[in-house]
């Protein structure tokens, strides 16, 4: 394992340096080859947009978190997903490319929803705060994304799972990180 800091990372986010966001990735890559990994994760959604950059000249391969997530979804039988997570990622073709391929259809929260989901991830609960107001947001977000014919959500952010689940979300919840572990499980031992 091994990343650089998130404000490293924040710092490209913010200037739209998606080419400096990749060769942070690349940078780490190069180490992780070199102490013997046989592949590559990352667990963070957003920072998936630096990928295109690098990804042919990555010393191993990536197994995309968009990826896994599409597959899972068609195991499901889902066939369009809502997606959540910043701002920078729901925008992104980050999942829109990898679930087309699998032949599913998704939508977006709309511009003002996107914000308020990138405000409660990035001013929130990426600090530990879990204000029921935001939780309730949340769940407004992801009920108007099941009015739009979406039959399960893509927790698209590692935070987002801290307060949304099958439990109290109103579709199903696909969380990316969680999936995208156990898939990097499974290639391990398999």
């Known amino acids: 394992m091994h990343t650089h800091s998130l404000a490293d990372y924040m710092d490209r986010i913010y200037r739209d340096d998606w080419q400096g966001v990749g060769a942070l990735m690349l940078a ?39 990826d896994v997530v599409a597959e899972r979804a068609v195991e499901r039988g889902y066939r369009r997903l809502g997606l959540t997570g910043t701002r920078w990622a729901v ?3 980050v999942y829109p490319d990898k679930l087309e391929a699998r032949g599913l259809n998704y939508a977006r929260p709309n511009a003002e929803d996107r914000e308020s989901v990138n405000r409660i991830i990035m001013d929130e609960l990426v600090y530990g705060v879990f204000k029921r107001e935001s939780i ?21 952010c590692t935070e987002l799972p801290l307060v949304l689940d099958d439990a109290n979300s109103p579709l199903p919840t696909l969380d990316s990180t969680r999936l995208l572990a156990r898939a990097a499980l499974r290639r391990a031992l398999g």
């Open 28 to 66: 780490s890559a190069e180490k992780l080859a070199k102490i013997g990994a046989d592949f590559l994760i990352c667990p963070d959604n957003t920072i998936h947009q630096g990928l295109p950059y690098i990804e042919s000249r990555a010393p191993l391969p990536w197994l995309h978190i968009a």
């Open 91 to 93: 925008q992104s073709g």
């Open 136 to 156: 309730e947001c949340l769940q407004q977000v992801v009920e108007r994304l099941r009015r739009e014919r979406c039959d399960a959500v893509v927790l698209g």
